[in-house]
């Protein structure tokens, strides 16, 4: 099992290092690196959302205890990661909404898939596959909701509600998961030249994503913010999905399902916690050392719950 967990996240931290190694070494400069990052995150991120929910089976393994199990976990996350960057390190509150994000946002692609798959086999995952087909919308819609309400506080509630259909609505990554959805329901097929230039541009999205992020921590590093990341590694790794895994027997959710649901809650905040803060230019330093951070930490704590899934 160790094995496999070198397999999975090496490279993930071998792709971040030489983002970071090039940066640091003057070979790309800061605007070399938010130009790769405007075109993971504005582009080709959400193209792999669009696809993504084009393909994904909407009926396959929506069992509403899986879903409540790991949202209810995710959203108690968000909520303990928020209310504690707030009230116990005293954030301000657009900071702290970005903080319980990170406690939200598990790394259900680039982890969650190839351990479950790696564990227990490519039919275990029609549980990752549910619970990614919502994850995005769940996650950003919380979020957006969350930031809109507190940076528009004291406004009426039409004022607010537009503030947030606005946040929402030109948000690329809710657009490419929306016009998916549209695709996916109506049947309807992109010409096969189009789905290969999609292919050729979502093979490049999470590598640039994971680069770029090596690139940001040369500019942000987690000096005077340990304790903070510390919480969020906390929160993430442990307590959402000791939340999922106490719901999911309660429900008694069928085995694969269940593994499903702990093992993504399990890992490590994934990069679109730092696009989120990106997105709202709060607690960046956080957001981009927590990914680092709860990564490597993945490597002993997934590992544990694997071992207690058996």
Request: glycine fraction near 10%; charge should be positive.
């Amino acid at each position: 099992m160790l094995q496999t967990l070198i397999d999975v996240i090496l490279p993930v931290f071998l792709v971040i290092g030489a983002g970071y190694g090039t940066t640091r070494a003057g070979y790309f400069t800061p605007a070399h690196i938010d130009a790769i990052l405007r075109f993971s995150q504005g582009f080709a991120i959400p193209l792999l959302l669009f696809w993504a929910m084009v393909n994904i089976d909407l009926r396959a393994g929506f069992d509403p205890a899986l879903l409540l199990s790991f949202y209810t976990g995710a959203g108690a996350a968000f909520l303990l990661g928020a209310l504690g960057a707030r009230y116990v390190f005293g954030r301000d509150p657009e900071d702290a909404v970005v903080i319980g994000f990170c406690c939200l946002f598990s790394n259900s692609v680039l982890l969650g898939l190839p351990l479950t798959e790696r564990a227990y086999g490519a039919d275990a995952l029609t549980g990752n596959f549910a619970i990614i087909a919502l994850h995005s919308p769940f996650c950003y819609g919380l979020g957006i909701t969350v930031m809109e309400m507190v940076r528009n506080r004291g406004r009426s509630g039409r004022a607010l509600a537009l503030a947030v259909g606005k946040a929402m609505f030109s948000n690329a990554l809710i657009l490419a998961i929306l016009a998916g959805f549209v695709v996916n329901v109506t049947g309807l097929r992109l010409p096969g030249a189009v789905e290969d230039a999609l292919l050729l541009i979502i093979a490049a999205a999470l590598p640039s994503a994971l680069f770029a992020l090596g690139g940001v921590l040369v500019k942000y590093r987690p000096e005077g913010d340990l304790r903070v990341i510390a919480m969020v590694c906390v929160i993430a790794l442990l307590v959402h999905p000791a939340i999922t895994w106490t719901l999911g027997k309660t429900f008694a959710l069928r085995d694969d399902l269940f593994r499903s649901a702990v093992v993504t809650a399990a890992m490590a905040p994934g990069f679109n916690s730092y696009i989120f803060a990106n997105l709202y230019g709060r607690a960046k330093r956080v957001a981009a050392s927590s990914v680092l951070i709860a990564t490597g930490m993945s490597f002993l704590t997934a590992w544990g719950w694997l071992t207690i899934l058996g």
